[in-house]
Every structure is written in C-alpha cells, then in structure tokens.
C-alpha cells in the first residue's frame, strides 16, 4: 500500500515514483494477464497498455484508494475486452443475455471502492488455491501448459509421458478447476469459462 504522499507524486506526474510502481507492480500483474491470456507477448502488450492508461489517467487518480487495486482492474477489464474481441471476432463465442449481464456486473463493481479489490482478491485468492489442490502431476502440467504457455509436445517429452496423457491432465484440471470456482463465484461462470478455455 502506497501513502499520499507517494500516490501525489503519481498524479504530479513524477517518472521516478512512477518508475518504483512499474518495478514492483509489473510481475504481479503480468502474473495475473496470464490467467486470462497465455501467449505471453500478448499479456505484456496488455499490461503495457495498462500503465501507459494509468498515466494517462494519472491527474484523476483518488489519493483515498489503493493504486494497486486501481491497476488490476485497469488490467482486468483489458482483458476481459481483449478476450470478448477475440471470441467474437472468431465467431466462437455467442453470449446471451444473462450471460452479458454477468460481464457488466463485472465491470460496475469498479466503481464500488473497497469491493472492488475484495472481488479481484478472493478470485485470483480462490483460483490459486484451486491450482495448489490438484494433485501434483495435473498441477504441474496444466500450470506449465495453460499458464505458462509451452507445448503439449515439449511438456509430455520432459515428464516422460504421452500427449494423451498431458491432454487428460488438462482437461481434469480444467474440469475440477471449474466446478470449484463456480460454486465459489456462481455469478462469474462466464468470466472462469474465459480463465479455463
């Protein structure tokens, strides 16, 4: 948590603070694009996008509310347009009308202060924990394969096993990994299908 002091420093516009934010912010975010978009130039391209938005921006920022959570929600809803573009632009994806208003209740929770971050905490909080619970093998395939983005092929020659077999283990992560999340976050199935797919 930054002070007032430091967030007017920001909003003046000074490239050291601004600096010290991108040093020790960039790794958690890049960390989090990742969980909604695993090529990994992509995901910098977004979080790049999203620090030259925050200083943009920078003159309207609130000295009463935490920068950090300011910058995921910048982030995710980056994301969140770079993912619904995609899918509609491939004409893979066709959401209702419910499944819309899941999306804009999403984005409407941003202007709810504290929530805000409580929301984008307890899903990255809860998706972790959902990763740390699948048994080790399935953990390590589907982390080095969905979130780190390398090759089916790549990651089955290492552990010794076939493409099948790293396929099964996606897929069961997958499934386990959304049953989970969805009874925590009934209202998100939309967003988690996006994080999964």
Same mark, same amino acid.
């Given at each position: ?104 209740h999403l984005y409407q929770i941003d202007f709810l202060g504290y929530e805000e971050a409580s929301m984008e905490q307890q899903l990255a909080q809860a998706i972790q924990r959902a990763i740390d619970e699948l048994p080790e093998k399935r953990k390590e395939v589907f982390i080095r394969c969905k ?10 020659? #290492? %552990?010794?096993?076939?493409? *099948? =077999?790293?396929?099964?283990?996606? /897929?069961?992560?997958? !499934? #386990? %990994?959304?049953?989970?999340? *969805? =009874?925590?976050?009934?209202?998100? /199935?939309?967003?988690? !299908?996006?994080?999964?797919?």
């Open positions: 948590m930054y002070n007032q002091q430091f967030i007017k420093l920001l909003k003046d516009g000074d490239e050291d603070a601004y600096a010290r934010l991108f040093k020790v912010t960039y790794p958690r975010l890049i960390s989090y694009c990742k969980l909604f978009v695993i090529d990994a130039n992509k995901a910098d391209d977004l979080v790049q996008e999203c620090y030259v938005k925050f200083w943009d921006q920078r003159k309207k920022i609130n000295t009463s509310k935490s920068v950090e959570s300011l910058l995921f929600v910048m982030l995710r809803n980056q994301c969140l347009n770079y993912l619904r573009d995609e899918r509609l632009n491939a004409q893979s994806l066709k959401l209702d009308d419910d499944e819309w208003s899941e999306i804009q979130i780190e983005g390398e090759k089916q092929r790549v990651v089955a020659e #290492e %552990l010794g096993v076939s493409v *099948k =077999a790293v396929e099964k283990h996606i /897929s069961l992560a997958k !499934a #386990e %990994l959304s049953e989970k999340l *969805k =009874a925590q976050f009934p209202t998100l /199935s939309v967003i988690i !299908a996006f994080i999964l797919s």
